[in-house]
């Protein structure tokens, strides 16, 4: 079993849905949950780092975790276009190790 | 634009070769990491240095080897390739190398092995 699951899509939606992208992980250690936007042939950027549980919010993102569940997400609201990318959960138990989940790959149609 | 470099953004290269892949952390970013990024694996961790000094080390295997030199930049050298090696190697940097760090990633280097 993989330390962090993630469903890789692809994820198809129509422009202005919300859009709700999750990760699952086994390690209850880990404290820091990161979203990262991959464009295709780019590299990832940084979206949403949260600390332990709870949500935060930016702009239209936000990111939830419970650990409890040991489950994060992050919702897009009023989805783009622009927003087409493969986004992917990493975690950290504060150490220097990011564990990354292999990506989900969304499509927002115009 | 992260503010990490990375060259070439390209690489063709034949099996048992052997090649160096560069990066530049951001300004004032103390620590590098490697990662390679395939289609069935997702990003794996390889390596981290830390003001020129080896910090932890991932699945990185023994033909594969990296420095950070003085200047802060690193270079990560794979040899005797193999058809399997062909992937999207990033480098990434972060101002401490702690877990609490954002880690920045550069645009990567994509290896083809033919």
């Known amino acids: 079993q993989k330390e962090v699951e993630q469903d890789p899509g692809p994820l198809s939606v129509p422009e202005g849905a919300i859009v709700s992208l999750n990760c699952t992980y086994s390690n209850s250690a880990f404290q820091y949950f990161m979203w990262y936007r991959q464009y295709s042939r780019k590299g990832p950027e940084l979206l949403m780092y949260t600390y332990s549980s709870g949500n935060k919010e930016d702009g239209r993102f936000t990111a939830q975790v419970d650990k409890s569940s040991k489950y994060i997400s992050l919702f897009i609201r009023d989805s783009q276009p622009s927003d087409s990318a493969t986004y992917l959960c990493?975690?950290?138990?504060?150490?220097?190790?990011?564990?990354f989940g292999t990506g989900t790959r969304l499509k927002v149609l115009a | 634009d992260s503010g990490v470099t990375q060259t070439p953004k390209h690489l063709i290269t034949a099996t048992g070769q052997r090649v160096t892949l560069r990066c530049s952390p951001r300004s004032g970013d103390l620590s590098v990491y490697w990662y390679q990024q395939s289609l069935d694996q997702g990003l794996q961790f390889l390596i981290q240095?830390?003001?020129?000094?080896?910090?932890a080390k991932g699945n990185i295997l023994e033909r594969f080897s990296a420095q950070q030199f003085p200047d802060l930049h690193s270079e990560l050298n794979l040899s005797s390739l193999e058809l399997g090696d062909s992937a999207l190697y990033f480098c990434?940097?972060?101002?401490?190398?702690?877990?609490?760090?954002?880690?920045?990633f550069g645009p990567g280097t994509r290896l083809t092995v033919l």
């Open positions: 990434a940097s972060s101002f401490s190398g702690s877990g609490t760090d954002t880690q920045y």
């Open positions: 240095y830390y003001n020129g000094e080896e910090r």
């Open positions: 990493a975690m950290s138990e504060g150490t220097y190790k990011y564990i």
